[in-house]
């Protein structure tokens, strides 16, 4: 699915640093940019939501 590199990406940093999401910020904002320009486009993911994509419901 769309974005899904990007949100197993999260997943393995997260695991690499003990789920400390400060070490893995640039992978959730490679996430949210993505999302973003998915939803903009009128596409979807189930590894997206409008909340990681910025938007509000």
């Given at each position: 699915?769309?974005?899904?590199?990007?949100?197993?990406?999260?997943?393995?940093?997260?695991?690499?640093?003990n789920y400390q999401e400060s070490?893995?910020?640039?992978?959730?904002?490679?996430?949210?940019?993505?999302?973003?320009?998915?939803?903009?486009?009128?596409?979807?993911?189930?590894?997206?939501?409008?909340?990681?994509?910025?938007?509000?419901?």
């Open positions: 699915p769309p974005c899904q590199k990007q949100a197993c990406d999260i997943q393995a940093c997260l695991q690499k640093h070490h893995c910020q640039q992978y959730l904002e490679k996430l949210r940019q993505c999302c973003a320009t998915l939803l903009a486009k009128g596409g979807s993911s189930p590894c997206c939501s409008k909340k990681i994509a910025g938007q509000s419901t």
